[in-house]
């Protein structure tokens, strides 16, 4: 059987770990981007992807970019407006349906393990970024393709160059400001090793059809964090957990804040496990940030 997948968002933090797992178990790997000459494309290009320029909200270009193709990565960034991402996906799934596509992939989120998830997202300014994935998920379960559904942690690489500026700014100055808590752990994940979990799951369609797959690293609190970010970096950072009324007043005007809310608590519905039992080896934090010595802040 031909061994072709197209990485949706292939230059983004789960893609590039895809295409590189993909690679690495030697499939062709169609890596759709949306500018070829992008550093990051070209990189992808460089370890032996196809690249296939083209965007998820035009049609057309995933009809070019899914032919011969047996295997889709789904990926999708949130968006607020009502139903746009179910319906850019409902598009997507039909080419692939089309196309003679016969296994999805379909990376969410992990708070979709809580069965009470619109009861405690109600009212919240990021409760789309959750819910829509929800949503896309149903799809995915009646396209009719084999399909895996994959819920990953937090990513490392919000601890890095270049995504800690938009994570967490004050990390640039030394300073950590967080609404976790010292003590919650939080579900922390390698995109690496999201892209071995999906290389696994399209390598061996019977074991992983049907399945939703938590996919964690390791869980652990924030004194962790920083004693691993300190010894990369080699430098101290100063912690402050924000107030209850910090929280609520900055959860109003920053969604990050009000995601970071959204990360606590969800040890009580992976199993680690259960996780370990798929056999695929899982980075520790300390690991990633050793590869990647050279984004690390301060």
Known sequence: MAKTALVLRATGAQGVGVTKALLKASWTVHALVRDPEDGRALALKNIGATLKQGDLSEPSSIEAAIQGCNALFLNQMPTPKDGAEAAEAAAIIDIANKAGVKHVV????????????????????????????????????????????????????????????????????????NSYGPDKPLPLVDPDDIGAFVAAAFQDPERFAG?????????????????????ASGKKVEVHYRTDEENE??????????????????????DMDEVRSWGIPLTTLGEFLKKHKDAVVP
């Open 211 to 231: 399945k939703i797959v938590n996919v964690v690293s390791e869980f652990e609190p924030v004194p962790y964090i920083i004693d691993e970010i300190e010894k």
């Open 249 to 270: 007043e900055e959860g109003k005007k920053n969604v990050m804040v009000a995601g970071q809310k959204t990360t606590v608590g969800l040890e009580r519905f992976v």
């Open 106 to 177: 379909h990376s969410t989120t992990l708070p979709l393990n809580d069965p009470n998830v619109k009861e405690h997202l109600k009212g919240q300014s990021l409760a789309f970024a959750i819910l829509g994935k929800g949503d896309v998920e149903d799809l995915v379960r009646a396209s009719g393709l084999t399909w895996t559904i994959i819920r990953p942690g937090f990513f490392n690489t919000n601890f890095i160059a270049p995504l800690v500026g938009k994570m967490f700014p004050d990390l640039l100055q030394g300073k950590f400001i």
